[in-house]
């Protein structure tokens, strides 16, 4: 495979890497954080005694699905939550990825280059998928604990949240700004071209 040296920078671009290099190492620090916690996840639901398991899935409040279990946290009931934690753990991780790189980018001060766009529109999609995906994770959480309850027991519970709304018009916000920060590239390079 052949790489290419990076194009030198310029002037405006290394004051604009001065300028970002702490808020990226900073945006860069957190995500490397939220990823280690967020794998950290399934292996919870999978061995960590109840209350952990509980205040993982909601605390002792009232809307808890842990409030659907009516037997013991089995083995299966394990397997089922971790199955079902991966959907949205995975989301998020994609979203995070998305967000490292994109910072990488910005650190070097290439804020409009090809990558760092590419990365500002995968992390704006990958940000809707991750507000659809957790209100299903809530859904089939809701079968995969009480699924094992007796007849008449079981629970199919369907819920969107404010934090849904938040997150899917934000998410959306970044596509539209993804887009927009892309022509915006395009119609320099063109200008830039024309003189």
Known sequence: MHHTSPEPLTPRQALLAQRLRGLSNGVQALS??????LAAVPLLLAFAP???VAMLLGGPNE???MNLLET?????VRTRLVAVMLIPVLASLAVLWQVWRLFGEY???RVFSAASLAHLRR?????????LVQPLARVLMSVA???????????LVISFSSNDFALLLLSLVFVAIARVMVEAARAAEEVEQFV
């Open 72 to 76: 013991d946290l089995t083995g299966a």
């Open 50 to 52: 109840l209350w952990w």
């Open 123 to 131: 992390f704006s999609w990958a940000l809707v998928g991750l507000a």
């Open 32 to 37: 490397a954080i939220g990823a280690a916690l």
């Open 145 to 155: 604990i009480s699924l094992d309850n007796p007849p008449g027991h079981r629970h």
């Open 63 to 65: 809307g808890s699905v």
């Open 107 to 109: 650190r070097r001060g």
